[in-house]
């Protein structure tokens, strides 16, 4: 995913205190041109690289296959950020977030993995 020069802070923030993944060093041919790379648990790995002239990502995006998937919205809503919930996808529970930059992120997990009475 794209990111603004200078927005590292920003996306530490967001990525590892709000969402709570962990940021892994770049690779030094790379750890120059700026942006972050996080990762967690599920398995989630995301690498955000600068872009001089950025523009957020509306439409394309991760999905990110994910336990709990009611923990994760409420760390988000409780943080500020939208969480859009839909029932578009067949199997899964989904919902759609923002990160601090306008990037679209989406949230998933599979009906049958859902713990028992989950809230939406």
Same mark, same amino acid.
Request: charged share 25%.
């Given at each position: 995913?794209?990111?603004?020069?200078?927005?590292?802070?920003? =996306? $530490?923030?967001?990525?590892?205190?709000? @969402?709570? @993944?962990?940021?892994?060093?770049?690779?030094?041919? =790379?750890?120059? %041109?700026?942006?972050? +790379?996080?990762?967690?648990?599920?398995?989630?790995?995301?690498? =955000?690289?600068?872009?001089?002239?950025? %523009?957020?990502? !509306?439409?394309?995006?991760?999905?990110? @296959?994910?336990?709990?998937?009611?923990? +994760?919205?409420? $760390?988000?809503?409780?943080?500020?950020?939208?969480?859009?919930?839909?029932?578009?996808?067949?199997?899964? !529970? $989904?919902?759609?977030?923002?990160?601090?930059?306008?990037? %679209? =992120?989406?949230?998933?997990?599979?009906?049958?993995?859902?713990?028992?009475?989950?809230? %939406?």
């Amino acid at each position: 995913m794209a990111c603004p020069p200078g927005s590292e802070p920003v =996306l $530490r923030a967001f990525y590892e205190g709000v @969402l709570g @993944l962990v940021e892994i060093p770049k690779p030094p041919a =790379l750890s120059s %041109r700026g942006g972050c +790379w996080f990762c967690g648990h599920d398995g989630i790995e995301l690498h =955000l690289g600068v872009e001089a002239a950025f %523009r957020p990502a !509306r439409k394309a995006h991760p999905g990110l @296959l994910v336990h709990d998937i009611d923990r +994760w919205a409420r $760390r988000l809503d409780e943080a500020g950020h939208p969480v859009v919930f839909d029932d578009d996808f067949p199997g899964m !529970r $989904r919902f759609h977030t923002e990160d601090p930059h306008g990037n %679209r =992120l989406e949230f998933l997990e599979p009906i049958d993995a859902a713990p028992a009475g989950g809230e %939406r």
